[in-house]
């Protein structure tokens, strides 16, 4: 992580932490759907059990990884750039602090898409 002002630092400890939450939730929704089909049954308890072992042992741990990489500021702007985060939300000197990593995860979003 780039040297940042003590307030911006502070920012971009609060919105990876929120950035983490709001994608550990996404992750989440997908999982509870298969409990849902699983319920309803549209597919078999074992089916359930290979998709709760895929999100512990690679999702979660993905997510986990990528957040305790200690580059909360790339985490952040991609956050944002995704739409996990919504860019209004985002107090206007964090967003200059971010230009640089934003303006990369944006070139890098648009050619995935």
């Avoid at 929704?29 to 078999?44: C, D, K, P, T, Y």
Wanted: aromatic share 10%; glycine share 2%; proline share 4%.
């Amino acid at each position: 992580m780039r040297e940042y002002p003590k307030a911006i630092k502070r920012l971009i400890c609060e919105y990876a932490t929120q950035a983490y939450e709001a994608e550990l939730n996404q992750a989440l929704r997908e999982l509870e759907q298969h409990f849902q089909h699983w319920q309803h049954g549209a597919i078999s308890p074992f089916d359930l059990s290979d998709h709760i072992h895929t999100f512990h042992s690679q999702t979660a741990r993905e997510l986990w990884s990528r957040y305790n990489a200690r580059m909360d500021d790339a985490m952040v702007a991609r956050a944002i750039v995704i739409g996990l985060l919504p860019a209004a939300s985002i107090p206007a000197e964090l967003r200059e602090a971010l230009a640089p990593l934003l303006e990369f995860y944006k070139q890098e979003h648009e050619a995935a898409t």
